[in-house]
């Protein structure tokens, strides 16, 4: 019946990803979602995986083919969260050769079988509270990966933030109809975006990062990262009036040595480019 | 296993042959909606097309499967209009019989008239889990119709969208911020119809986010 299955490609060509269909053992059209748990097999031991950490595609000594089960949204190397999205790939039943390409080109390639989808959840259909959970899930592995992984540790703040945003307008939700408080959602998602914030610096996307740290005006008692975080972006964009003003959220923050550092740039960016303005006019006017 | 694949084999499609359908009984409940009425056939029995067509839309699981073992090529019959039994399958939210349709190879990605496709007839009548479904199966999710309608425009402009949204919206390869023939983002139109709009954020592209090729 699904004959035409085999030999199927599915590509990923952004994150290198790939994935040939070898053989299918057919019992039902399911594929796991991205919140699902399953079981597989390692059918061929990765080539290429080099020094790479991976919890599942390390060989054995014996070489014997080895079962695993797996909990999607818990990987913490960057091998493990693309076999993540390579098995949300999969038909129940189904054994594929994968390859992950890497920026030198070298291309790890390795064999799976999905064995059992054990839960499977429409992301649509969880509760405010299981998001929560979800979301908080995935900002703890998006810590875990920050210092060496930082570009995967920015998707699991993303995916976080979208998750809880599905539950927008947060102040309809309450402890009694949807098993988690507004005010807790709130606060979650103020974190991750605060984590979003650091992200943003390092790709030097500085209006996003104001975007995101838009809280800092409103909250009475903003973080000392956000509103470091949202200064900086203020600086970096010229907008040195604001950067000032930002910094001064912080009641004491001239006995902090970051945010002295960064009035210091500040107030020497300010004056330098007020220097040059007066320049450019007296040319346009002498 | 899914309920899709377990029931009986008996020739249905010659009972349904020979069947006397009663008048009126291929009304879509859907007629709400003067541009998108599917045309009522009064003999689906005049050819196998017009019967997988009218089957799925009754939600006749064992007589589509009957037809398919009979002539699996049905599988890409289309009305007048253009829709595919997986265009009916999916405006009608009938995710087992949209299965059994993608296993025997229905184009996930096959066009209307208008230039529609199976997603965004799911997405029209806010039917999430035939659109999880379709995008699990190669459902292009930035398909654009006739006037540049993605999937997404579709979505915004259903008052109460918030679960077709959220499919939509946290697919990895969504580009949310396409506009449209008017010139208008899936947002702005989501900012007009209804109380699903606050969701329409996640597309902002301060939430883009690549992981690339490993190092």
Known sequence: MMEWYIGNVWQDKTKGLSKKVMT??????????????????????????????????????????????????????????????????????????????????????????????????????????????????????????????????????????????????FDKLTKASNGIDGSEVEALFVQIQTNLAACLLQE??????????????????PSEKSVYRRAVAFYHLKEFEKAQRTIERVPNYEEKREFC????????????????????VQRMFS | MGDYDSDEEKSQVEKLRYAKVPRGMFVSGWDDDADELIEEDKNPQASIERMILWAVNENRMSEVREILKLDADTVNARDNDGYTPLHRACYNNFVDIAKVLLQHHANPNARTELGWTPLHS??????????????????????????????????????????????????????????????????????????????????????????????
């Open chain 1, 24 to 169: 299918l053992q057919f019992s039902s059209l399911d594929k796991p979602l991205p919140v699902s748990s399953v079981e597989f097999s390692v059918k061929k031991a990765p080539l290429n995986l080099g020094a790479r950490p991976s919890k599942y595609l390390a060989v054995s000594g014996d070489g014997a083919q080895q079962l695993h089960s797996l909990t999607m949204g818990n990987a913490t190397t960057p091998i493990d969260f693309y076999l993540e999205l390579l098995l949300q790939q999969f038909l129940l039943g189904e054994t594929s050769t994968c390859s992950i390409e890497t920026k030198t080109g070298d291309i790890i390639e390795f064999q799976l079988k999905l064995e059992r989808i054990t839960s499977n959840q429409q992301v649509e259909k969880l509760t405010a509270a299981e998001i929560y959970d979800l979301a908080l899930r995935y900002k703890t592995n998006g810590v875990a990966m920050f210092k060496d992984y930082p570009k995967f540790a920015f998707d699991y703040f993303i995916q976080a933030a979208k998750l809880l945003i599905t539950y927008k307008p």
């Open chain 1, 204 to 221: 030097k996307r500085y209006e996003h990062v104001i975007y995101h740290t838009d809280f800092v005006d409103t909250l009475e008692n």
């Open chain 1, 261 to 280: 550092k960064l009035r210091d740039n500040i107030a020497t960016s300010w004056k330098n480019s007020d220097a040059h303005y007066k320049s450019v």
């Open chain 2, 122 to 215: 799911a997405c029209k009548w806010n039917n999430s889990d035939c659109a999880q479904l379709l995008l699990q199966f190669g459902a292009d999710v930035n398909a654009e119709s006739d006037g540049q309608q993605t999937p997404l425009h579709i979505t915004a402009t259903v008052s109460n969208c918030r679960n077709t949204a959220t499919v939509l919206l946290l697919n990895r390869n969504i580009q949310a911020q396409t506009l449209n023939n008017s010139e208008e983002t899936a947002a702005v139109i989501a900012r007009r119809t209804g109380m699903s709009y606050p969701i329409f954020e996640i597309g902002h592209e301060a939430y883009d986010c690549e992981t690339g090729l490993i190092d």
